[in-house]
């Protein structure tokens, strides 16, 4: 047992239970399959947008849940509970939807987010280029401004949720020569001429989640599809940047305690030398280390989750739970895939899975690198 959270009320754990019953019942059982296709199919989607798991903390004016972001915090965490890293749910809702909330004008939000809390139209948001990396100020992807129009030409990878998108948050240079404030985002639907999907991307773990190349060709979209105002894309971007990490921190957190529990009970029940590997004092004091080092992230994570709620979580404070969460997630998750032995390298087994599936968290949302860099700078 780890100790009891308060962060959550009695209308949270209510909906927990029904996002639990549905991640049981409607993904679970065909996730596998999922990883052998590279995508989860539309009709998931719009499953989860009818028991209302997509977009949780977006006003119910828009057709969403009308909860606030430990509503999303509970889906996050009960995907990651089982391993469910094919539905790219949590940057639909609470990455793609925010920035429409936020910035959007109330045209955008009532073209936009209904369809998306519906799961009728899957977004994405488009800020890797093939030479950038976590330096956004360096993006190339261009929006020149014609008329009333804007003319989009670049490339983008490593786009999440990117076959199926139907609506993408572009980071492109609206004034190049600008830097950082020449930097804005632009709505783009997936019907534009010009606009077109490269391969989906065959990575190392999440091998349910669609991750494709962008193309865009002389794009053309309405000056209107600009997200708030030219040049502040930059600004936006930082301002988001905190909760889009915390996300991360709050997954890696949940597939750790998940993955040491189910690693206690193989323990239990697999056999060495005549008696159970958890007998060996080596399992035992091993589990009991990685348990008390994931409940100190899981009081920091909470912590983290009530200066949410208060609007006051600071950039430099998310970066400390991005990078602690997804260093210790990885590091549980090969401790305990060493004490399945042989068994924990087969796919079949969830900790292998989980082994390939985590890795990426170090690298997306900003690398570990990176956030080390953010801490350090409140030294200075």
Known sequence: MYINRTVFSEEHEAY???????MDEELV???AQWEKEGIVPREAW???GDVGILLPAIPDKYGAPGGDRLFSSIVIEEQAKRGLSGPGFTLHSDIVAPYILAYGTEEQKQAFLPKMAAGEMIGAIAMTEPGTGSDLQSVKTTAIREGDEYVINGQKTFITNGINSDLVILVTKTAPDLGAKGISLILVEATREGFTKGRNLDKIGMKAQDTAELFFDNVRVPVTNLLGKEGTGFYMLMQE???ERMQIAIGGIASAESIIEETATYTKERKVFGQPIAGFQNTRFKLAELKTQVQIG?????K???LIMKKELDASTAAMAKMWCSDLNCKVIDE???LHGGYGYMWEYRVARAYADARVSRIYGGSNEIMKELVARTFD
């Open 46 to 48: 719009k499953k989860a």
């Open 298 to 302: 899981r009081v920091f994570v909470d």
């Open 241 to 243: 940047l905190a909760w």
């Open 336 to 338: 305990c895939l060493q």
């Open 29 to 31: 059982p065909s996730h």
């Open 16 to 22: 927990r239970d029904t996002v639990a019953r549905f």
């Open 304 to 306: 983290c989750l009530e």
